[in-house]
């Protein structure tokens, strides 16, 4: 299981205020916030992991959008696959 950080961890793991942080999610420079509760939101530090190695690679923005988009699918498909396994 995945290590899910909360929105002050995540300002702290890219050391940006979080005016930023939600500005590169609605961009699409950050993978979306997965809801755990009513008033509570959390992002996989793996996928945090490798959009800052991304970062670090020099990948442009739109390299790393496209990274984005591949880690939500990963997303789904990871869904997808547990709800089989119940089935």
């Not at 991304?54 to 696959?81: D, N, W």
């Amino acid at each position: 299981m995945d290590v899910l950080l909360r929105p002050a961890q995540v300002n702290a793991f890219f050391n940006q205020g979080k005016t930023k942080t939600y500005e590169e999610v609605k961009a699409q420079l950050l993978p979306p916030w997965i809801k755990s509760g009513p008033r509570m939101v959390c992002m996989p530090q793996s996928e945090l992991e490798l959009v800052m190695a991304a970062r670090i690679a020099g990948q442009t923005e739109q390299e790393i959008k496209v990274l984005v988009g591949k880690l939500v699918a990963r997303r789904q498909e990871k869904f997808a696959s547990l709800l089989a396994a119940v089935q």
